[in-house]
């Protein structure tokens, strides 16, 4: 599954995101669903053994449109996990405290501790995205911010973080149903915004930026994963395929017991 959907490094073509298809599925709902049940099942596995042995750290970074399903995947893919061992962060527009500092500066203090898994709702590329988008920095700016998210995450590979990055692939058609859907549910409305509809006027220069920063920062150590996200069950088997697929290739094993065990009773 991870050939499939990663963006290959160093490639000299810039990705053109109209020759992903949102829609595509390769498995069908059912076989997609016996398949996450075993996947669920081995994450809780995984992330123990992730947490017993301390060596690695697990990064995912979830990026996509409005309505693309970030919340949704969080809420699908990682139900069962051990809460000790995953931590949530969600990246909103910068503070005051936040803007004067580098842009790095708040991603960094949120990266994985050894032996856990943060899951970034939003990211450092969010800095690539709205201030390109809204010609808040130049060509030049942009092109060091690649450079410098590259390599900060070069360097968290370099000391045991896994990274994962995963950007939510819907169409333009699938996000106004989205939309409509939650216009029309009172209950809905707080997911809401006026800047999201605001946003939505602007979907080509969104998907220009996307196209440069997963052609930019795709790298071996780092890869780009580009989700096919129409289909939410596809979504979700998909992320959690490859992510069980990263994690068994590990091979992580328990640690060796400190004491010898073998001849204790338990007293009465
Ligand atoms: P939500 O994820 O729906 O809670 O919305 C968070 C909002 O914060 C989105 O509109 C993001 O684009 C915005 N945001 C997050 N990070 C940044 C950033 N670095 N610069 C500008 N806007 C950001
Ligand atoms: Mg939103």
Not at 7 to 13: A, E, I
Not at 48 to 70: C, F, H, I, R
Not at 237 to 256: H, N, R, W
């Amino acid at each position: 599954m991870k050939e499939t959907y990663a963006v290959l490094p160093g490639q000299t073509q810039t990705v053109s995101l109209d020759d992903w298809d949102p829609n595509d599925t390769l498995v069908n709902k059912k076989t997609a669903a016996k398949a996450m049940h075993s996947y669920l099942k081995r994450m809780v596995q995984l992330q123990e053994l992730l947490y017993a042995t301390g060596q690695y750290a697990l990064l995912v970074v979830l990026q996509g449109m409005d309505t693309s399903g970030k919340d949704g995947t969080i809420k699908k893919v990682f139900p069962s996990v051990n809460p000790q061992g995953i931590n949530i962060v969600s990246f909103k527009v910068p503070t005051a405290q936040e803007l004067s500092h580098d842009f790095l500066w708040r991603i960094h203090r949120q990266t994985p501790a050894k032996g856990s898994i943060t899951i970034f709702n939003r990211s450092q590329y969010e800095d690539v995205l709205v201030p390109v988008v809204h010609n808040l920095i130049d060509g030049e700016t942009c092109e060091s911010r690649y450079h410098q998210i590259t390599q900060f995450e070069d360097m968290l590979v370099r000391n045991n973080t896994i990274i994962l990055k995963f950007f939510l692939h819907i169409s333009r058609d699938e996000q106004k149903k989205r939309l409509m859907k939650r216009l029309n549910k009172p209950d809905k409305h707080w997911k809401l915004s006026m800047a999201d509809l605001r946003e939505r006027k602007r979907w080509p220069d969104y998907i220009h930026a996307y196209e440069m920063a997963l052609s930019a920062c795709s790298s071996e150590a780092a890869p780009w994963f580009i989700i096919p996200a129409n289909k939410r069950w596809y979504r979700n088997y998909v992320i959690a395929g490859i992510i069980v697929e990263t994690l068994a290739a590990l091979g992580l094993k328990y640690p060796e017991a400190s004491e010898d065990f073998s001849n204790i009773t338990i007293e009465d």
